[in-house]
């Protein structure tokens, strides 16, 4: 119940009146109206009067102060309505639909485009362009539909001719993706003929105001309406639209929409021919039909692409076929040819207004909607109808029209009374029956099978022969005799108001409505020559063609005998209820407030039989008494459980009816509720508001919680994961550790057996983790493999071994010659092979020098170079021992002319080419620079090496550090303290090695050049 509007304007809700009576609600109805407020709410039901003038409430700001809000939240209002069905589309999946209904020119019409308008601008807010473009079509259908459709009545100067039911599809985003119109019944037969002071169809009049000369011109047209048949009627009406306007408008429109130019000009061309056809005159020739006029056969021929020929015989004439195939032609009477003329111009248009229906049906229709990508596809249907209409000349189409008006306030009925009164019951609520009129008995009286009016006009028709309309008059009287809403003047002879053996009346639930019978029969029918229809499949204008696809049977084709238009329109009355039936109903109840189009004047009388027939103070009364809102346990429980500390997550109770009864406690609606058998019920909506206010403030708490629960699986799964890879990893390294170790015992199994003992076998390589485990093992390998060389090699070749390595390790492969594939002899100068006759004398000098310096054994001796004091090269022999180095002089019995203890030498320098020079680095800053001399036959032997390594073995042994550099030619050194270097130089003619001194003060050692 809307409460923003204060008391002054009136009570925003019917339900809110004192004491529901008539009188409060017209007092009310009244006020609001002077006061401009013309919707009022029954609950959920707009009450709506036409106020015959501009209103300001329909602004965008207007629109977006009811976006996104409760009905009762603003004022009451049509967009309010429109929210409410399509938030209810959105939030439950469920297809809504707003009935609109109301007689005619209570303003059904204006509140359907109000009603489309809020929801194209409330939807698409990102401006999809498929979508604008789709809601662009949506809108510009109605200016369309409208001008082909309507037309003035006395009732109504924009008036319905035809019943509208437009779906809006929606995404799942709710945004618009499509529709679809069904239309229902076009009033054809005023494309012929109009009651006093009415119009054709707008659309003639705008082309014969609006279109432009070349137009005019091609059409064959001149631009005066008085000068055609079907439109001189409605010339001289006023209307309060323009024409003109209208007519661009509507051009706007289709193309809009998709029309081709081509199908815009097929359009028109059809209004041109319904034109003329209808100033086309037949003379009597006896009693044959004849056309004198053969200009205008000449202008309907070139408007429809046929042969005037084509279309003169096609109004004359009629073929038939015999029973036994032969085909000949029949000329029409005049009377039939303008029977048959009519008949034409009417079936043209309805064609016509069909195809353009469904041609915006092909626009607007739904494409590649996959509801698996897509999301669930829902709609809103709009329903905008003929309303309710008595006029003083009521024929077939008011009769189909009433009709129809029943049948949607059955639905009413159904849905908004019967229902709610039986779900109270069977929910065991406490309630208080509430009486209303059931129209059901006057819906059974026009379609009840076989006993119905239908049916008995589909029997009339189904007669051959001269049933006439006065016949069908007689059957209903005789067989309706009995019926409470039935009457006639044979029935009730005194009533004058109707006519004997023409009228008959229907006490309708809106009043009653006297009908003419005349032409029931012939409107039932429809019937249409098949020449017509041959003549439009004919056309060359493909677009005609396409309205006549039945035009291509042959004549002596047998069809089906067509459904009649009053079974027609039951069936297609039938599947609209059931469509309306299946989806959440909106009501918009229009009221008209007076008959002469008067803004702020409110006929009480016409207001009062409005709100009777339409049942609103039935409507207010069940409303009042009843609850706005119902909803089973578990779904309210789902919804808003999270609003109560007892009910979420869930709630431990013995049912949910008490979990929701926990949920309204602690909100404290106890007295706006009821509990029902299966469902809550609530009284006002404005307990729902505040826990959807509730339920919102929470969700996104909801949603962080959601999101950190999901995250923490996330977590864990993760975690699992990893657990998993780490667990496979360490199985899988240890499958290689493993595997690593099988394939090196493989390998190495049987080097024992080896010649080489598995030095040629290649390691495989490691994984990582056994890197440096290999590289320990492959050590030992080294060692035990060496172990294994080592082993055979006897003793006495030791110390050479020995030696060799020390060399080796000392010299760290910087020289390339260093002796060590020969074997060492070391003592050259004692053996007879090297020293050569002096061997013995040198021996006895050794053993002397032995017992006399106390050393214990001869490392190394060989002839050698120096230089001396003169910086002359002399040639010496040279002793090492383990104790001391000697240097004596070979000639004089190996007298010793230096020594030098082991305990002063700290290093020892070479040169890294294949001479043989050595410096002995000593303490005192004296050194020995000597080259030494091949041995025996080999001048060239090296001993370099060897000397090195005897002498890097004795100091490894004696643990004395022993500095050995490898220079690249010239060597540092001292000579009694001072700096000298000695360089090395190869000079060709050279015989042997020999010092000689340098120009710096150093010396230089001449080698031989090769
Ligand atoms: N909300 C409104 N504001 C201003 N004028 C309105 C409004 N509603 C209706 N009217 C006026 O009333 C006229 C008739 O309204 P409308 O055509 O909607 O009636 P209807 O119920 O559709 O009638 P019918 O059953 O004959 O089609 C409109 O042409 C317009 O002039
Ligand atoms: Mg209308």
């Known amino acids: 119940m809307a409460e923003l509007d204060s008391l002054e304007f009136g009570k925003s809700d019917f339900v809110l009146l004192d004491e529901v009576n008539m009188e409060q609600f017209l007092a009310n109805l009244k006020l609001r109206f002077q006061k401009g407020r013309i919707y009022t709410y029954i609950g959920e039901v707009v009450v709506s009067v036409n106020p015959y003038r501009p209103m300001e409430i329909y602004g965008t700001d207007v629109i977006a102060s009811y976006r996104g809000r409760e009905l009762y939240e603003r004022p009451p209002h049509l967009y309010a309505l429109a929210d409410a069905a399509y938030k209810a589309m959105k939030r439950s999946a469920k297809d809504t639909c707003i009935v609109i209904s109301g ?84 009033e054809k037969s005023r494309v012929v003929k109009q009651q006093a002071g009415e119009r054709n169809f707008h659309t003639f009049y705008q082309l014969l105001s609006g279109g432009c000369e070349e137009m005019l011109e091609a059409l064959g047209l001149h631009r005066d309406a008085n000068g055609y048949r079907f439109t001189r009627e409605g010339a001289i009406c006023n209307t309060v639209s323009d024409d003109k306007l209208n007519h661009r408008a509507v051009l706007r429109a289709m193309r809009v929409i998709g ?98 229906v469904r041609r915006i049906n092909h626009v607007i229709e739904v494409k590649d909607y996959d509801p698996a990508r897509h999301g669930k596809n829902t709609v809103i249907g709009v329903l905008d109808i003929y309303g309710f209409e008595i006029f003083d000349n009521n024929s077939f189409e008011q009769f189909c029209i009433n009709y129809c008006n029943e049948k949607l306030q059955q639905l009413f009925i159904e849905l908004i009374l019967r229902q709610e009164q039986q779900e109270y019951q069977r929910e065991g609520i406490e309630w208080q029956h509430i009486d209303y009129f059931n129209n059901q008995i006057i819906v059974d009286l026009v379609e009840q099978p076989h006993k119905g009016i239908i049916a008995i006009l589909d029997e009339a028709c189904l007669n051959v022969g001269s049933v006439t309309d006065t016949m069908f008059l007689d059957t209903m009287d005789a067989r309706l005799i009995r019926h409470p809403h039935y009457t006639s003047r044979k029935l009730c002879a005194t009533d004058k108001t109707m006519e004997f053996r023409r ?28 020449d017509f229809k041959r003549l439009m499949f004919n056309s060359s204008d493909p ?390 001399q091949g041995a025996g036959a080999d001048e060239n032997e090296d001993h370099v090496g060897e000397l090195l390594g005897v002498l890097a073995d004795h100091f490894k042994r004696v643990k004395k550090p022993l500095q050995v550099a490898v220079r690249p030619s010239a060597i540092p050194l001292h000579m009694c303290g001072k700096q000298r270097t000695v360089s090395v130089e190869k000079r060709s003619g050279q015989r042997q090695s020999e010092f000689s001194k340098s120009r710096g003060g150093g010396f230089v050692l001449r080698v031989p050049d090769h």
Not at 324 to 338: L, M, Y
Not at 651 to 675: K, P, T, W
């Open 503 to 530: 009228d008959f009346r229907i006490r309708h639930y809106a009043g009653d409505v006297t009908y003419c019978i005349e032409g029931f029969l012939d409107k039932n029918k429809d019937p249409l020559f098949q």
């Open 259 to 356: 029309f081709s130019d081509e199908e815009i000009q097929s359009i028109y061309n059809l209004l041109g021919t319904i034109l003329h056809l209808g100033n086309v005159e037949f003379e009597n020739d006896e009693d044959m039909a004849v056309i004198r006029d053969l200009d205008v056969m000449e202008q309907i021929a070139c408007l429809i692409g046929s042969e005037t020929d084509a279309v003169r015989r096609a109004l004359l004439y009629r073929t038939v076929a015999t029973g036994v195939g032969e085909v000949f032609n029949k000329g029409h009477s005049p009377e039939e040819a303008r029977f048959g003329r009519d008949a034409f111009a009417k079936a043209l248009y309805e064609r016509l207004f069909c195809w353009i």
């Open 103 to 186: 007689e005619s020119g209570a303003g059904k019409t204006e509140a359907s485009k109000y009603i489309m308008q809020y929801i194209a601008a409330i939807t698409n807010p990102s401006q999809k362009q498929e979508v604008e473009s789709i809601k662009d079509v949506l809108l510009k259908s109605n200016c369309v539909l409208e001008a082909f459709g309507n037309a003035k009545t006395n009732r109504n100067d924009n008036s319905s001719r035809f019943g509208k039911y437009m779906d809006i599809n929606f995404n799942f985003n709710g945004e618009p993706t499509g529709g679809h119109i069904n239309n229902y019944l076009l």
């Open 543 to 932: 677009v005609l063609k396409e309205m006549w696809p039945e035009g291509h049977l042959s004549i002596t084709e047998v069809t089906k005998r067509p459904q009649t238009a009053a079974t027609l329109f039951r069936n297609s009355m039938v599947a609209l209820v059931e469509k309306l039936a299946s989806k959440e109903p909106y009501y918009v109840r229009c009221i008209k407030p007076n008959d002469a189009k008067c803004p702020l004047a409110l006929d009480e009388v016409r207001c009062r039989h409005q709100v009777e027939y339409l049942g609103l103070l039935e409507n207010v009364r069940v409303r009042r008494a009843g609850f706005a809102y119902r909803q089973p346990y578990a779904r309210f429980l789902l919804r808003y459980k999270m609003t109560c500390e007892y009910t979420w997550p869930n709630h431990l109770m013995c049912s949910d009816r008490e979990a929701v009864e926990a949920i309204v406690n602690q909100h404290g609606f106890q007295n706006d509720v009821a509990y029902g058998i299966s469902k809550v019920f609530v009284r006002h909506p404005q307990m729902l508001y505040q826990l959807e206010q509730e339920r919102l403030n929470l969700i996104p708490i909801i949603i962080l919680f959601l999101q950190k629960v999901w995250r923490g699986t996330l977590a864990r799964r993760r975690c699992r994961q990893m657990r998993a890879i780490y667990a496979i990893m360490a199985c899988f390294k240890h499958h290689k550790v493993k595997a690593h170790f099988r394939e090196v015992e493989r390998r190495f199994a049987n080097v024992r057996n080896m010649s080489d003992y598995g030095k040629s076998v290649p390691w495989p390589s490691p994984p990582a983790v056994l890197r440096s485990f290999q590289e320990n093992t492959q050590y030992l390998f080294r060692r035990w493999w060496a172990r294994q060389i080592i082993k055979n090699i006897p003793p006495s070749h030791m110390p050479e071994v020995r030696a060799k390595v020390a060399a080796m390790e000392v010299l760290q492969g910087e020289r390339m010659e260093w002796g060590h594939s020969r074997t060492w002899e070391r003592n050259y100068l004692a053996s007879i092979k090297d020293g050569g006759p002096l061997a013995g004398q040198f021996t006895k000098v050794a053993k002397d020098l032995q017992s006399k310096d106390a050393y214990s054994a001869v490392l190394f001796s060989c002839l050698i170079h120096k230089v001396n004091r003169f910086n002359k090269s002399k040639e010496r022999a040279l002793l090492v021992t383990d104790a001391l180095i000697y240097k004596m002089e070979p000639r004089k019995k190996f007298k010793v002319l230096k020594k030098v203890p082991l305990s002063v030498v700290t290093g020892v320098s070479v040169t890294s080419g294949r001479d043989q020079l050595v410096v002995v680095h000593t303490v005192q800053k004296d050194d020995m620079v000597i080259c030494l």
